[in-house]
């Protein structure tokens, strides 16, 4: 079903989809567009996403049991942009015992003592499974860049401080996708891409909803006076990182029926690529099972406990 559909699903990924970083610019993405769209397609756009959470955990099922390739999803945001959801809804079908999401707050003072990658190696996923980033290693270029007191605490020697160090950790961050690439990980990486005029509507519902004051924290708001700095951060990491073993989506946000549309479909998409089937059995296997349902066969009627 999905390789008769690979041109179409191509072809509704080719705007978001970042391989190649040269000339990125993230102004150019428009965080209100579904791909032509309208509010009124939301029920269908909602049968599709069940079709491809169907497909994906099929998919799923075939890569635990080959269990050759890993699958990386790398989910980066601003607040409110709805990475949470999107991670809840698109993996809803999934089967939890070959699904880990991981998410990435504060360093602890053991994590400071290592080097900026060392918390998130430490959670890759094993092969057959799917490991999810919420939030990464990408912080490093990110807040950390913004907030460069963070980057005091990180007890670098103040020799490797110098103007480049934002380069040289998106060239590090490269080259291990890279390596990562190389051992049978697909890596697929999440920008949600939400527009500030829409992350204060959200903001403004969590505090006037009793049930979504727990997702409020007063410093998101504070955040939002960096702004360009962020969005200058996030174009220049997309810029050094996209590559076609690791490529970006940069993935419209503001509305959240679209957004996991274009997630869905990008992790099909990729999925799909792997050429994952159940595990073939060789001739003395099978004979083994004959033998087996011999056996079985041979027991007569279920035994019943006395």
């Known amino acids: 079903m999905i390789a008769a559909d690979r041109k179409l699903l191509d072809a509704f990924l080719k705007p978001y989809r970042v391989a190649d970083g040269k000339g990125f610019r993230l102004a150019k993405h ?52 709805g990475k949470d959801s999107t991670i809840k809804h698109v993996m809803s079908g999934v089967n939890p015992q070959g699904v880990h999401v991981t998410s990435f707050k504060a360093p602890s003072s053991e994590e400071l003592d290592h ?9 890759l996923p094993e092969r057959g499974r799917i490991g999810i980033f919420n939030r990464s290693y990408y912080e490093e270029v990110l807040v950390v860049r913004v907030h460069r007191e963070i980057l005091a605490r990180q007890k670098l020697p103040p020799s490797l401080v110098g103007r480049k160090l934002w380069k040289e950790r998106c060239e590090d961050i490269a080259s291990v996708e890279r390596y990562l690439a190389r051992n049978g990980y697909l890596i697929l990486k999440f920008f949600l891409n939400v527009s500030r ?16 004051h727990w997702k409020f924290e007063p410093n998101d708001v504070r955040e939002r006076t960096h702004w360009d700095a962020y969005m200058e951060a996030y174009e220049d990491a997309i810029r050094r990182t996209a590559a076609p073993h690791a490529p970006w989506y940069v993935v419209p946000a503001d509305a959240k029926w679209f957004t996991r549309l274009v997630v869905a479909a990008a992790i099909v998409a990729g999925m799909d690529r792997l050429d994952l089937a159940f595990p073939a059995v060789d001739a003395a296997v099978r004979a083994e099972f004959a033998e087996c349902r011999r056996l079985l066969a041979g027991e007569g009627g279920t035994s019943r406990r006395a």
């Open 30 to 81: 428009d965080p209100g567009d579904t791909h032509g769209l309208r509010s009124e397609h939301k029920g269908q756009a909602a049968q599709l996403l069940a079709r491809g959470i169907e497909w994906l955990a099929e998919a799923q099922e075939k890569l635990y049991a080959q269990d050759r390739w890993g699958v990386l999803l790398v989910f980066q945001a601003m607040d409110a942009a």
């Open 115 to 123: 080097d900026f990658l060392w918390r998130c190696m430490k959670a």
């Open 197 to 212: 005029d829409e992350q204060k509507k959200r903001f403004l519902e969590r505090l006037d909803e009793p049930e979504k």
